[in-house]
């Protein structure tokens, strides 16, 4: 029984490295933004980042 | 040995005496197979053989002051046969200062004989003496018997006594009579040996649930709760063990085949370069666009590595992965910093001058970056680099996929031999006393003896 659900686990969990290597999945953070204007390509002071106000590390030991 | 026979069938046969001690009414349900019989008015234990039924023992107990769990004469079918149980006693040791019991039942069929049921803690054995005998072998620690093919390790050996009877025996039951009991397991299988002065008995326990008890003979109500592992109990987890890290062989056979697979059919492609320079004292607006470049293939991942000559100073990139086509964006913010120095405990660095991250999922298309440089307004001007690649097999999943298929393995592991650890904690070779084993102990000698002076009288 235990044997057989591990082995069930097993096949999900390798299953999964498959679709995720198959499909380039990623453990990094990127958020997805939907219809950015063409304009940007003209203009690209108008898109801003969601991460432009970033708090950067400015010191050092 | 009173078993099968060929004697023909007929209905159970029931005959009722009186108890020369105090009159009260006895029922024999065995008949002539029982040797010995108790009154359970007067506590007298009387020769079952002879018609006058004389007194052999009297013993001092109250009136229902062990009652058994299956009341006698009550009928149940075990494996596929209907017993009735006929007798019923209770068996002690002392270990160090403390008492342990354990209980048996007779179970009688005309035809099949006699088999026994043992309790302790919630914990059943189906018992019947063995037919032929077991071969020992006292040469190795622990010492083993062999029997039917079948290697049992000895467990403990201790000297049992009986202390309440009822019912009927097929033997000279008496109470305060004692044996040295040895028993040999090999779950779910026990094999006790019962030595009383020259004579030995052999007999054979098997675990069944308690739940199967009432269910063969009816009883209402639920069983006693387990407590414990029982020195027979078959692990839940043990039998799986093996054929789980076989599994997990196989398991990492394939997971290295995918990795070959997967390093040696990725395109692992650069499409896209940039070198790039950025002056933080510069005015007006620092954000641009590259070249618009083509992800070809299936849906896959993007990394994007980040190099720059930094020097005890940063430069932060306002990054998106843009689809020309579509306007969809993937938006995300890397740093680059580098610093190094000197200080009381030798040189230090902290950071790198590159970096990289994988943009997940990114369909095939045409994408451009729009890149936004930040750095400390102090700094001179920084040189960096931008390079993406295509279809990067991330090794990283393959950690993780190792560790999600290792740890439910040792897990399981980890319990079984816990489970046996507990087990053989309370045999002779176990560590007593020792305080992790006192939750899930099922107390010390359980059931030594399955079968309390049964003797093969015939």
Not at chain 2, 97 to 111: A, I, Q, R, T
Not at chain 2, 272 to 294: C, I, L, M, R, W
Request: glycine share 10%; hydrophobic share 35%.
């Amino acid at each position: 029984m235990i044997r057989n659900l591990y082995i069930l686990y097993g096949v999900i969990v390798l299953g999964t490295l498959a679709m995720a290597e198959y499909r380039g999945w990623s453990l990094d953070s990127v958020d997805e933004v939907k219809n950015v204007p063409r304009s940007v390509r003209d203009n690209p002071g108008s898109y801003r980042s969601v991460y432009s106000s970033y708090h950067h590390y400015t010191g050092g030991k | 040995m009173s078993t099968s026979g060929p004697n023909p069938p007929g209905p159970p046969q029931v005959r009722s005496l009186n108890c020369p001690g105090c009159g009260a009414a006895i029922t024999l349900r065995s008949l002539s197979q029982a040797v010995t019989v108790v009154c359970d008015h007067c506590h007298s234990i009387l020769d079952a053989q002879d018609p006058r039924l004389t007194i052999l023992q009297k013993f001092k107990a109250a009136v229902d002051e062990d009652p058994p769990l299956i009341p006698l004469g009550t009928r149940g079918k075990i494996r596929g046969t209907d017993y009735e149980a006929v007798g019923f006693q209770r068996r002690t040791i002392h270990v160090e200062g403390v008492s342990y019991s354990w209980h048996e039942y007779v179970l009688f069929n005309p035809y099949k004989g006699f088999r026994y049921l043992t309790e302790y803690n919630g914990h059943w054995n189906d018992t019947s003496t063995l037919r032929s005998l077991p071969t020992v072998n006292n040469d190795v620690s622990p010492a083993t018997v062999s029997y039917l093919g079948a290697t049992y390790k000895h467990f403990q050996t201790a000297k049992a006594g009986t202390t309440f009877v009822l019912g009927e025996f097929p033997w000279q039951v008496r109470v305060g009579e004692s044996s040295d009991v040895s028993d040999y397991v090999s779950p779910p299988r026990v094999i006790s040996s019962e030595r009383t002065g020259k004579e030995v008995t052999w007999s054979m326990g098997e675990y069944i649930s308690g739940r199967d008890i009432w269910k063969a003979f009816g009883l209402q109500g639920e069983p006693p709760e387990r407590i414990g592992v029982y020195e027979n109990q078959p692990s839940p987890l043990s039998a799986d063990t093996t054929a789980i890290w076989i599994a997990f062989g196989g398991f990492m056979l394939v997971l290295f085949v995918m990795m070959i697979l997967f390093w040696s059919l990725a395109r692992n492609e650069q499409v896209f370069q940039g070198d790039y320079k950025f002056n933080p004292n510069a005015h007006g607006e620092t954000s641009f666009v590259t070249d618009v470049f083509e992800l070809g293939g299936h849906t896959s991942d993007l990394e994007l590595t980040t190099t720059s000559n930094v020097d005890n100073s940063w430069i932060y990139l306002n990054c998106a992965l843009i689809n020309q086509d579509t306007g969809q964006a993937y938006d995300f913010g890397r740093e680059v910093s580098y610093y190094y120095g000197h200080d009381e405990d030798g040189l230090w660095t902290e950071g790198k001058q590159d970096d990289s991250v994988v943009i997940p999922s990114v369909p095939p298309g045409h994408y451009y970056f729009r890149v936004e440089p930040e750095s400390d307004s102090r700094g001179g001007i920084i040189s960096y680099s931008i390079s993406a690649k295509r279809d990067v097999p991330q090794v990283s999943f393959f950690g993780i996929v190792l560790l999600a298929l290792l740890v439910p393995a040792g897990l399981i592991t980890w319990r079984s031999m816990n489970f046996e650890h507990l087990r053989w904690a309370e045999s002779d070779y176990g560590s007593t006393g020792s305080d992790d084993d006192d939750s899930e102990d099922a107390g010390r000698p359980m059931s030594l003896g399955n079968l309390s002076g049964k003797r093969d009288d015939s």
